[in-house]
Nanobody, 122 residues
């Protein structure tokens, strides 16, 4: 019922920038939060940044000051602007939404995209 598609990943040199986007489609009545996770080779999946329906944001310590998460509610899209990229930022980035699929729903369900690869060369 809900599909998330990430885009914007690619290969970039250290110090460069990328802008990721994740567009949601399907049965979405409301969104409680949007988030970006990443999984680097040999490491656990980690929360990079999140934004709530009321606009509150949170970031992993490793990306504070370099990454910015934003949203466009009208488009059901979340963005991650990544600046001053480092090799340690490399990995597969996944977006995650917590949504209500209908007005009658009393809970929020979690949905994941398939991920987009970010590779930072040093």
């Amino acid at each position: 019922q809900v599909q998330l598609v990430e885009s914007g990943g690619g290969l970039v040199q250290a110090g460069g920038s990328l802008r990721l986007s994740c567009a949601a489609s399907g049965s979405i009545f409301s969104i409680r939060s949007m988030a970006w996770y990443r999984q680097a080779l040999g490491k656990q999946n980690e929360l990079v940044a999140s934004i709530t329906n009321d606009g509150n944001t949170d970031y992993a310590d490793s990306v504070k000051g370099r990454f910015t998460i934003s949203r466009d509610g009208a488009k059901n899209t979340v963005y991650l602007q990544m600046n001053s990229l480092k090799s340690d930022d490399s990995g597969v980035y996944f977006c995650n939404y917590e949504v209500r699929t209908a007005y009658s729903a009393t809970y929020y369900s979690s949905h994941w995209g398939r991920g987009t690869q970010v590779t930072v060369s040093s």
